[in-house]
């Protein structure tokens, strides 16, 4: 695969993860469609390629991204919009990649920065984040999930204050909050964010899309589904050699061997 992108630098591991790095430094990585159309295109690719384990996103020092680009789209009519059905498929190829994908947060995380931050499995973010869905100072509001991910993430309280308010959350807010799963200084943030990527890369790919398919289902379903759906995937682990291997390996005191693709 030739990872030949103009908007994203890509690194490939042999731990079996990829950092992809928003690369619009001009534009503090505003999000334009160029962008989010190569972004789906490496996902769409990064799921078909066993090398590729788990993904890292990242931005600048100064900006995961400042939102979507808003010279690109001041001068949209509603009509534009709707056809276009702008940003639903950018949202729906992040939303739709079933290997972990991980936000690795440094400087603004500002609207569609935010909401792309958002749609990752986690975020670690450094020291310097900050978080906001400043729409409304442009007369509008979150178009690709903000209002209902922070709502969920936060809750009401924050996540109203910081959609009408316009108010940033810096990363100590955002921690304490559920925003971030962890903080770290500024220059370990990507040291932070290899290190966790190869962990999950190490581990059975089958088992990774089990928990990420239980967690996210927790959002979509009632407790009792949910229930349901994760004793039945529990019990279907039972299905695969990884499993023999992951328990063989804890009685024997070893590592384990993960053979499954
Ligand atoms: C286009 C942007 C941009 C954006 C920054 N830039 N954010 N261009 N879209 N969202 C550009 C600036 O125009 C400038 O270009 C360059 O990046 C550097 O930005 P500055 O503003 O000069 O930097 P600074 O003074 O450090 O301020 C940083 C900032 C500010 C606080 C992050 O840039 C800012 O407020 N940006 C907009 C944040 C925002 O409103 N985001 C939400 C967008 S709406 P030039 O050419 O002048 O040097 C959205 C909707 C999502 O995301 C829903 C989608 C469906």
Do not use: W
């Amino acid at each position: 695969m030739a990872d030949t992108y103009s908007t994203l630098l890509i690194e490939r591991h042999t731990d079996g993860y990829a950092v992809v790095t928003l690369n619009r430094p001009e534009a503090l990585n505003a999000l334009n469609s160029q962008l989010l159309g190569e972004l789906g295109d490496f996902l769409e690719a990064a799921e078909r390629d066993d090398s590729i384990r788990a993904v890292v996103l990242t931005g600048s020092a100064k900006a995961f991204a400042a939102g979507a680009d808003i010279k690109e789209m001041s001068d949209k009519s509603y009509a534009d919009m709707y056809l276009e059905n702008f940003f639903a498929r950018a949202h729906d190829r992040v939303a739709a990649f079933r290997k972990p994908i991980i936000a690795a947060v440094s400087g603004y995380a500002l609207g569609g920065g935010c909401e792309l931050a958002m749609l990752c499995d986690f975020i670690i973010a450094s020291d310097t984040a900050k978080f906001g869905q400043p729409e409304i100072n442009l007369g509008v509001a979150p178009g690709i999930g903000g209002s209902q991910r922070l709502t969920r993430a936060v809750g009401k309280a924050k996540a109203m204050d910081m959609c009408l308010t316009a108010r940033m959350m810096d990363a100590a807010e955002a921690e304490r909050s559920g925003l971030v799963s962890r903080v770290v200084a500024v220059d370990a943030l990507l040291d932070e964010a290899r290190k966790v990527a190869a962990k999950i890369a190490a581990q059975s790919p089958l088992a990774v899309i089990a928990n990420k398919e239980l967690v996210n289902a927790a959002f979509d379903t009632t407790l009792s589904q949910g229930l349901q759906f994760e004793r039945r995937l529990f019990h279907s682990l039972f299905a695969f050699d990884d499993q023999k291997e992951g328990m063989a390996a804890f009685v024997e005191k070893r590592k384990p061997v993960f053979t499954s693709r």
